[in-house]
C-alpha cells in the first residue's frame, strides 16, 4: 500500500516540477523567439540566413517527443543524451551556421494525449523534431507534423510513416525487417516448405506491420505463420507459449518490447520449446542479459536490426561509445543511444545544407533533407531520403545476444538486402 502512496505522490511532485519547467521554458522561448525572430513569422536575420520558428539570431532550436517515465524509459533516456552529447559537441565547435543548437525535451511517458499537448507547446519554438518515441504518438501528430513542415526523425518503423514529405523513417520498417528474418531462418535455420513459424506481435502500428512483412516472405517460402497479437501490458507470455507449442512451430517471430521477448525466450526454454526466435530491434534490451532468462537468450535469439550492434567495431561506433561511456558513465550503452546520435548527426547535415543554400525555415530544412541520395554518418549504412515513399535504407543486420559484450548483442551478420524486399516493396 506504501508503495503505491509514494509512487502518487513523486508522480505529483514531478508533474509539479515538470509544470514549473515547461513555464519557464515556454517565457524564455517567447522571449528569445520574439527577440530573436519578431515572432512566429521568420526573416531574414542580420547574416542574410532565411529564418522561421525555432531559429534566433544565435540559437537553433530543436523539439524531442520522448519517453522517460513509461514503457520505453529506458531508450528515451539513452537517445535524449546522446542527442545532448551530440550538441555539446557541435556547440563546442561553433555550432551550426554561427549559432548554437539547443534541444528542447519533452516526456509524454508513452501517452498519446499527452504527446499531442508537448507537441502544440513546443511547435512554435523549434525548427525540427530529432525525436519522436513511439508508432501510436507519430500517427497522432502526423497531421500537424504535415501541416507544419517540422522535419521529424521518429523512433518508430512502421511503413505507414513513409510517403510523407516532412517525416522521415531512418533505417528500414518493420516489414522489411521480418522478411530479412524469415530469410535468416529458411537459409540457416533448416525451416522449410511446410512449416509454421509463430509471430508474437504488439497490436498497432508496429505489430501489423511486421506481420505484413512475415506473413509475405512466409508465402514466399511456403511457410505457415501462427499469429498471436498481445498488447503492450501484457508480459507473461506463458499462454502464448503453449499456444504455439499446440501449432508445432519451429520458430518464432517477435515483434514487442524487451520484457515480451524476454518471457517467451524464457517461457519456452523452460518448456522444452527450444526454437530459434527472431526479433525486431525494439524488442531487446541489454538489461534483459541480467536477467535470468539471458542464457535462453543467448541460445535461441536473434535481433534484426538496421543499424549495427554498439559493440562493432565500426570506427564511428568506437568513437561515439567511448565519449558516451566518458560523459555519462552510469548509463548503459545500449540501441537507443546509436539510434539517437545517428538521427542528431543527420539532422545536423540537413542544418549545414540548409544553411549553405540560404536558408534555416522549415521548409528549407526538410528540402535540404529530401536531397540527399546517400547520407552517411559512419554509423552503419548509407541511407537515401530523397524518395519520401520508400525506406531510407533496405539492408538489415543481425545481431546476437552477448551478456559480455557493450549493448548486450554484437553482430552476427553484417548489413544486407534479403532477397525479395525489391520485389516486396515493388508490389506494395
Known amino acids: 500500500m506504501n508503495t503505491t502512496h509514494h509512487r502518487h505522490r513523486n508522480r505529483r511532485r514531478t508533474t509539479g516540477t515538470v509544470l514549473a519547467g515547461t513555464l519557464a521554458l515556454l517565457l524564455a522561448a517567447t522571449g528569445c523567439s520574439s527577440k530573436a525572430e519578431g515572432g512566429d513569422g521568420g526573416g531574414d536575420a542580420a547574416d542574410g540566413v532565411r529564418t522561421g520558428p525555432g531559429v534566433g539570431a544565435e540559437t537553433i532550436r530543436l523539439g524531442a517527443l520522448t519517453d522517460l517515465t513509461g514503457p520505453y524509459a529506458t531508450l528515451g533516456k539513452s537517445i535524449v543524451q546522446a542527442q545532448q552529447m551530440w550538441a555539446d559537441e557541435v556547440n563546442a565547435k561553433g555550432g551550426i551556421c554561427d549559432r548554437e543548437i539547443e534541444i528542447v525535451v519533452k516526456d509524454h511517458g508513452y501517452d498519446v494525449q499527452k504527446a499531442v499537448t508537448a507537441y502544440a507547446d513546443i511547435a512554435p519554438d523549434v525548427v525540427a523534431l530529432p525525436q519522436v518515441i513511439g508508432s501510436p504518438v507519430v500517427a497522432a501528430l502526423l497531421d500537424d507534423i504535415e501541416r507544419d513542415k517540422m522535419l521529424t526523425f521518429p523512433q518508430a518503423w512502421a511503413a505507414s510513416l513513409l510517403g510523407k514529405d516532412a517525416i522521415q523513417v531512418l533505417g528500414t520498417t518493420y516489414d522489411v525487417d521480418m522478411i530479412a528474418a524469415v530469410d535468416l531462418l529458411t537459409r540457416t535455420k533448416g525451416l522449410k516448405k511446410g512449416d509454421t513459424i509463430g509471430h508474437v506481435y504488439f497490436e498497432g502500428d508496429y505489430g501489423a506491420n511486421a ?209 525479395g524486399v525489391e520485389e516486396y516493396l515493388s508490389a506494395r
Not at 530491434?281 to 543499424?307: D, H, I, R
Not at 562493432?312 to 568506437?318: E, H, I
Not at 554518418?377 to 530523397?386: H, I, V
Open 211 to 419: 506481420l505484413e512483412g512475415a506473413t509475405w516472405a512466409a508465402k514466399k517460402a511456403g511457410l505457415k505463420v501462427a499469429g498471436l497479437k498481445i498488447k503492450a501490458t501484457d508480459t507473461d507470455l506463458s499462454a502464448q507459449v503453449s499456444a504455439l507449442r499446440k501449432e508445432g512451430v519451429k520458430a518464432v517471430l517477435i515483434s514487442a518490447g524487451p520484457a515480451q521477448t524476454a518471457s517467451l525466450v524464457g517461457v519456452a526454454a523452460s518448456r522444452g520449446l527450444r526454437v530459434p526466435v527472431v526479433s525486431s530491434a525494439p524488442g531487446f534490451a541489454p538489461q534483459l542479459m541480467k536477467t535470468p532468462a539471458a542464457p535462453a537468450l543467448a541460445a535461441m535469439l536473434n535481433v534484426v536490426s538496421a543499424a549495427p550492434a554498439v559493440s562493432s567495431d565500426l570506427p564511428g561506433v568506437k568513437r561515439m561509445v567511448a565519449a558516451y561511456t566518458k560523459k555519462y558513465p552510469d548509463s548503459p550503452v545500449d540501441s537507443g543511444v546509436l539510434s539517437g546520435y545517428n538521427a542528431a548527426q543527420l539532422m545536423g547535415t540537413d542544418l549545414k545544407k540548409a544553411c549553405e543554400a540560404g536558408g534555416l525555415t522549415r521548409e528549407d530544412v526538410v528540402k535540404a533533407h529530401r536531397s540527399q541520395k546517400n547520407a552517411d554518418t559512419g554509423l552503419g549504412t548509407a541511407q537515401d531520403f530523397s524518395d519520401a515513399g520508400r525506406p531510407a535504407s533496405v539492408e538489415t543486420y543481425v545481431l546476437k545476444p552477448d551478456a559480455k559484450a557493450v549493448g548486450g548483442v554484437v553482430n552476427a551478420e553484417d548489413a544486407h538486402t534479403a532477397p
